[in-house]
Each structure stands twice: as C-alpha cells, then as structure tokens.
C-alpha cells in the first residue's frame, strides 16, 4: 500500500460546532444568542482556516437528530441559516469561496434550499477553497441512502456486482469528489462524533477542545493543527514504514 504524504497542514478539517446552548447560558441568556453568536464564530473559522492553509473546511451545523430539539430552537436556526446564507453570498463570490453540502438538504425548509442553491451555483468554479455545510447531516442516513443508490445502479447495470471496493461505493456517499477528513476537530468539552463522518473520518485525527463554540477563534483553530501536525498518521502501517516507505530511499 502506498504510505499517504503527510502534509503538516490538513488538507480539509471537520469541525463539529458544539457548546452555542451552554454559551448562552453561562451567560444568563436564551440558547438563540448562543447560535446567533455561533454564526460568527462560522465567519471566523471559514477564512481563519483558508488564511492557514485547509483547502477544504467541513462544518457540522445541523444534524439529523436537531429536529428533535424544541420546535422554537429549530425555527430559530433555520432562521439563522436563511440569513447567514443571503448575507454571505456576495462574500464568497468575493473571496472565491466554493459552497458545497453535505446531508438531506431536500428536507430543509424552502427558503433555505433556495438561498442553498442560489449560493452553490454562483460559486461551484471556484477551486481554491471550498465551505462545506452539513445540513441535516448523519452519517446512517447517509449511508443508507448510499446504499440504496448503489443498489439501484447495480440493479441497472450501471455497476459491477463483483466491484466490491470502496473506491465505488464511496463515491455514493454525499461527500462524493471530497477527500477524506485529515483532522475533526470538536468544541465544548465533548468527546463524541454525534453521528458525523463515521465513514470518513476512519482514519481521521481527532482533536478535542474545551473552548465553546462561539469562542472558537483563529488562535485556537493554529492550535489544533499544532497538534495535528505532531501526530503520525500510520493508516495501519508501522511507524517504521511510515518513516521509510519501500522503495523509498531517504537521503
Ligand atoms: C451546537 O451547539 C449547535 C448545534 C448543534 C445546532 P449546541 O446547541 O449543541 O450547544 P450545547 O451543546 O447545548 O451547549
Ligand atoms: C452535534 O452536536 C451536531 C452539530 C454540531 C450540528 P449536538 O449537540 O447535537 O450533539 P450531542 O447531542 O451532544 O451528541
Ligand atoms: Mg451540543
């Protein structure tokens, strides 16, 4: 097997947003103002990561299992959504900063899916630096409808039955043209994937960090990659081959 280049700075960083709710309330305040100040937290990270060198930021903003949260708090962040998307719409067609999703977008609320839609169109040439928003994002939906699609093809003949890579499953998958996650990062304390990039991030690093999400600056985006770029990525090798890869001759 080929041993992956390793890169210092990950090339795509997933980060799940958690901690806007415990944010607000340290502060006396409803969970609304946490997600209102997440929003900018958003803004921070998406050029703070480009400004260090991630082409791809993947950011988890909306799960499957949200919906359950109380109907207020739902509104209020397809509220959010709708908003950020009208106002930052000109910014990436600006900065040059592609807008892609992950998830069942279908689902969203309407007015959502067409600020959606306008943004990825106006910006689906720009190849320097993608934003990718998961959106009603979970991981066993997404692969349920994975397989589904890949079924249907193979019942078409549009795939071989004996092709039982991933390489071709994978492309199934909503990250389909997106390379595997380098580095999750999660906020708020938490140390659990919350049903994000299980697939993915199989062989992803995972930092985890105290700082609630809206107080996610840059600062502490360079500290994660810090930390990234101390690990080695062995993808099931040893740390032997990793450091002198067959038929590699080191100076
Ligand atoms: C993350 O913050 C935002 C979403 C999941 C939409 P939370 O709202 O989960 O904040 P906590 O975990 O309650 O603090
Ligand atoms: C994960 O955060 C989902 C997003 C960041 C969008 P949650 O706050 O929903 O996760 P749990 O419920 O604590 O696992
Ligand atoms: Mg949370």
Redesign the pocket.
């Known amino acids: 097997m080929p041993v992956p280049p390793q890169p210092d700075i990950p090339a795509h960083v997933a980060i799940i ?6 944010w607000a309330k340290q502060r006396g305040l409803p ?1 609304v103002a ?2 209102r100040r ?1 929003v900018e937290a958003v803004r921070t990270a998406t050029y703070a990561a480009r400004d260090l060198g991630v082409k791809i930021l993947t950011l988890y ?2 799960s499957v299992e ?1 919906w359950q949260r109380p109907k207020t708090e739902v509104g209020a ?1 397809m509220g959010l959504l709708e908003l950020y998307l009208k106002k930052e719409l000109a910014t990436f067609v600006r900065d040059g900063v592609r807008l892609r999703t992950i998830g069942r977008t279908n689902e969203l609320p309407a007015g959502v899916q067409k600020r959606l839609h306008a943004t990825i169109e106006e910006t689906k040439d720009f190849t320097g630096y993608t934003l990718v928003l998961a959106l009603n994002y979970g991981s066993r939906t997404e692969t349920v409808d994975a397989a589904q699609a890949y079924a249907a093809a193979l019942a078409a003949g549009k795939e071989k039955p004996n092709d039982r890579s991933w390489a071709t499953f994978s492309r199934y998958l909503s990250t389909t043209c997106l390379p595997d996650p380098d580095l999750v990062i999660r906020t ?1 304390g938490e140390t659990r994937v919350s049903n994000f990039l299980l697939l993915q991030a199989a062989y992803a690093e995972f930092v985890f960090t105290p700082v609630l ?1 809206p107080d996610f600056t840059k600062a502490d985006l360079a500290a994660a990659l810090t930390e990234y770029a101390r690990r080695e990525r062995r993808f099931g090798l040893t740390s032997e081959q990793v450091r002198h890869p067959v038929g590699v001759r080191t100076p």
Not at 17 to 22: L, Q, V
């Open positions: 947003m958690d901690g806007n709710g415990r969970r946490g997600h997440g903003a909306f949200n962040l708020s999400w």
